[in-house]
C-alpha cells in the first residue's frame, strides 16, 4: 500500500467547496429543496468484509422515503484509522449511479453521509469524497467526536455540550490553528447527546448544521437514520443468525 499521505489525491482535496453554492441553501427555509439522500454501511458483527451498502432518498421537508437501494458488498481495501472512506467511497458512489441511472428524476440535491466531512486528521473525511467524487453538496455527520487536531473528548468539551439547551443549539469544533473544522449540534430536544457536523462539499458550515437540524426528528438526522435502520433490517431479512453494526465513523 502506499503512504498514507499519498493515498489522497491533491486534486480531490482542492476540488472541496465549503460555500453555499445551490439556490435552495439561500434561505433557512431551503425554499427549491425537494430530496435530501442518506448513505450508510451496515456490516455483521465479525465480519470486516461484507456489508450491506444502502442508500435512501426522502422527501424534503416531509421526510418520507421516496427511493431506497440494499446492496451486499465486498469490502476489499483493509481497514486503516483514518482512511475508512477508501474502503466505502466507492460502494456508496456506485449507489448513487445506479439511481442516476434507473430513476434520474429522485436524483437528491444534497446527501449525508454518516462520517466526517472536513473535521477529519487531513480535513478530507468520507463526506468530502463522496461530495468531490459525485459533485453532489455533501454533510457529514458523526455520532462519535473524532478526536483530531487538538479536539478531545475532555471537560471542556463535555461543558460545552451541557451547555447546549435545545435542538439546535451548537457549537464550533476549533482546531489548535484556531480554524472552525466542524460544530456539535443539539439536533433534537429528545437527545442531550450531540452529533458532530462538517462540510463534505459544496455546502456551508452553517447552513449544513441548519440543515442537519431541520432533518432530524431524533437525535440522528433522518436521511442517515433511515440508511442505517434499512440496511440493518436487509441483513437482519437475509442472515438472521447474525448480530448487526456499523463501520467506524470517521
Known amino acids: 500500500m502506499s503512504p498514507p499521505e499519498e493515498l489522497v489525491k491533491q486534486w480531490e482535496r482542492e476540488q472541496v467547496v465549503v460555500e453555499d453554492t445551490e439556490d435552495w441553501q439561500k434561505s433557512p ?17 465479525g465480519d470486516d468484509v461484507n456489508a450491506c451498502s444502502q442508500l435512501v432518498v426522502l422527501s424534503y421537508p416531509d421526510l418520507e ?22 474502503r466505502e ?11 442516476e441511472k434507473d430513476k434520474p428524476t429522485l436524483l437528491p440535491q444534497v446527501v449525508f453521509v454518516d ?51 435545545k435542538g439546535g443549539d451548537s457549537f464550533p469544533l476549533r482546531a489548535n490553528s484556531g480554524k472552525v473544522l466542524g460544530k456539535a449540534l443539539r439536533s433534537s430536544d429528545r437527545s442531550t447527546k450531540p452529533v458532530y457536523v462538517s462540510v463534505g462539499h459544496k455546502i456551508s458550515l452553517d447552513t449544513a448544521v441548519q ?40
Open 29 to 45: 427555509d431551503f425554499p427549491g429543496l425537494e430530496r435530501v439522500a442518506g448513505l450508510d454501511l451496515s456490516f455483521i458483527k
Open 211 to 250: 440543515l442537519t437540524y431541520s432533518c432530524s426528528r431524533f437525535r440522528v438526522p433522518e436521511p442517515i437514520r433511515q440508511a442505517d435502520c434499512r440496511s440493518r433490517e436487509y441483513l437482519r431479512a437475509h442472515f438472521p443468525a447474525a448480530k448487526t453494526g456499523t463501520g467506524s465513523t470517521e
Open 115 to 165: 462520517g466526517n466531512g472536513l473535521f477529519h486528521y487531513r480535513e478530507f473525511g468520507l463526506a468530502c469524497h463522496v461530495g468531490v467524487l459525485s459533485g453532489l453538496p455533501c454533510v457529514g455527520v458523526a455520532k462519535n467526536l473524532l478526536q483530531v487536531q487538538g479536539v478531545f473528548k475532555n471537560e471542556e468539551h463535555k461543558s460545552q455540550i451541557s451547555a447546549l439547551q
Open 65 to 86: 422515503v421516496l427511493y431506497e437501494d440494499s446492496q451486499m458488498v465486498t469490502l476489499t481495501a483493509p481497514y486503516m484509522p483514518g482512511f475508512l472512506a477508501f
Open 89 to 99: 467511497t466507492p460502494f456508496l458512489l456506485e449507489a448513487l449511479q445506479r439511481l
